[in-house]
């Protein structure tokens, strides 16, 4: 009994786990993910850069940098636009300028959709359509003007055509892209389930487009503008146009500012009108934008 206990003891001993000391758990570690876009959105971001312009003009104003003869300082500007706004004269002129480039806009537009539907869904359509509009591309809208004068006079129908013409070239352009991007498959996919013409333009056709449609009504704003402010000084006789006129022919440089400053604000807000409607309607697209 005595000789096997050691064996036993020993037999025991090596059996027996011994006991391990497991090292601490580590912490995870944290790596920072870098962020490649342009991060998030800062709010009000898009009135840093007017405001840091305003706040250059001012301090060159105010200082005597800027000559008050070739521009009026910010609140000689102001103070005019009350006066204008008091005698009625800014929202009269304002009225018949949005008039115009409402015309203007909503003819455009309607020409460059349909001619780019046009376009966009026929080989002969095409054929017909895109030369003559890539030729009106190639020329400036203001250098019809002369032309447009002799064709309709130097009334309203030539304000709002040549306002029409630098509209519906983008709208034509970028819709027409948009229509020829769209994925192929898709017209496999309407032709298996047997839609018909008006309903391959409807399910298809329309919502591919709208995003060239959308960018090129960036443009088309942008276009309406700049073509409205050259056909106000044009023989016209009220519009914010012949009010900058008026006061370059009489050299109040407050007046043509007051004026510059409603047509940057009629552009923001229309271009702001028109990325809101971007942004709802195409709420599905993740874009860097966000």
């Known amino acids: 009994m005595s000789a096997e206990a050691p064996a036993l003891t020993k037999t025991a001993t090596r059996t027996e786990p011994a006991a391990r000391t497991e090292p601490p758990a580590r912490a ?117 003007i002369p032309l447009l004068i002799l064709w309709f006079g130097i009334g309203e129908s030539m304000k709002v055509i040549t306002i029409a013409l630098g509209v519906f070239v983008p709208v034509y352009i970028h819709t027409h892209n948009g229509l020829r991007t769209i994925d192929g498959r898709y017209a496999e996919l309407a032709e298996t389930v047997g839609l018909s013409r008006a309903g391959f333009v409807r399910h298809v056709v329309l919502p591919g487009a709208l995003p060239g449609f959308l960018l090129g009504m960036r443009f088309a704003v942008t276009a309406a503008w700049l073509s409205l402010v050259v056909v106000e000084q044009v023989n016209a006789t009220s519009g914010i146009g012949y009010m900058m006129e008026l006061a370059r022919t009489y050299g109040q440089t407050d007046i043509i500012i007051v004026g510059l400053v409603v047509y940057g604000l009629l552009g923001l807000i229309s271009d702001a009108l028109v990325r809101l409607v971007e942004r709802k309607a195409l709420s599905w697209r993740r874009t860097l934008a966000g």
Not at 78 to 104: C, K, Y
């Open 28 to 144: 995870p570690r944290r790596t920072r993910r870098r962020r490649l876009g342009p991060g998030k959105a800062i709010p009000y971001g898009r009135a840093i850069g007017p405001l840091l312009l305003l706040a250059l003009w001012s301090a060159g104003s105010a200082a005597g940098f800027i000559d008050a003869r070739n521009l009026s300082a910010p609140w000689t500007v102001v103070s005019t636009a009350g006066d204008l706004i008091a005698e009625g004269r800014l929202q009269s002129n304002l009225a018949t300028s949005a008039e115009r480039a409402l015309l203007g806009l909503l003819f455009g537009t309607a020409a460059g959709l349909v001619l780019a539907i046009a376009a966009g869904l026929s080989r002969i359509g095409e054929g017909i359509i895109d030369g003559p509009v890539q030729i009106k591309r190639a020329i400036p809208s203001l250098a019809l």
